[in-house]
């Protein structure tokens, strides 16, 4: 200790880039770009500095659920008008204890980039790799699908969280996902979320049947992030496009995105 008119000391400069987390499911509306923001403001309420980033380069839709109107989106940087960390919005002030974050926005509605090639892709996922050393955690919202841009972006991550209902098909398409990038040789293992759950019970029990299947069939388990409930609150607060914890300060769902963060933290 220096007395007490010590000034605070600076940040320390970041030795480690921050982990990639990609969102992905196979199925679509199963509330992988819900959860991303989601966690992200989770996140920041942990004290770690998020990185948003809308893959979704068809429909993107995270600044839609979260109410934000961007100066910049991923199309800048696909198209090679400016570089990804020209293409930041800050949400809900940046990256901060009240749940801010920064986005990459995605570029909605007119599907230009429904047919973005692969190659764009990878210099999407180079020009992240740039941005990494400044944040703590950085999330890929991906689109709904198999197809190889969204394998690639899956590929880019250092951890996949993937995203399943209840629903026989949801679990069908999530295990697509990962047969698909263990055959493209990524030796993966996706943490799985079970998200629109009854309860914590049954849809524990979901993951366990899932995790079954991988076993017996991949010869892999995967990992048990948690379960969120069904909550009416999620579509009411996406409905006034303002983040769930601040449209309603209780909610189970949110409750239950706060212990997966704690999970993911403590792996
Ligand atoms: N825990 C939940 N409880 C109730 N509704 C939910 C929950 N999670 C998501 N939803 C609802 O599911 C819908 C789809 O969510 P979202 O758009 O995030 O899915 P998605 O997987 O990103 O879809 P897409 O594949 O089209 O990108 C939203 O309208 C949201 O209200
Ligand atoms: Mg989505």
Known sequence: MSGAHALPEPPLPRTRAAPIFAIASGKGGVGKTWLSTMLSFAFGRAGQRALLVDCDLGLANVDVQLGVRPTADVHSVVRGFLELDAAVTPVLGGPGRNGGFDLIAGHSGSGALGTVKLEEVGRICTGLTKLTPHYDRVILDLAAGIDPTVLRFARAADRLI?????????????????????????????????????????????????SMACNEYLGFKPRFAGVICRDSRVPDSIRAQTPLPIRHPQSQAYEDVIRIVETLNAG
């Open 162 to 210: 993937l995203v399943t209902t209840e629903e026989p098909t949801a679990l069908t398409d999530a295990y697509a996902m990962v047969k698909l990038l263990r055959l493209q040789g990524a030796q993966i293992t996706p943490w799985v979320i079970v998200n629109m759950a009854e309860n914590r019970v049954k849809g524990r029990k979901v993951f366990d049947q899932f």
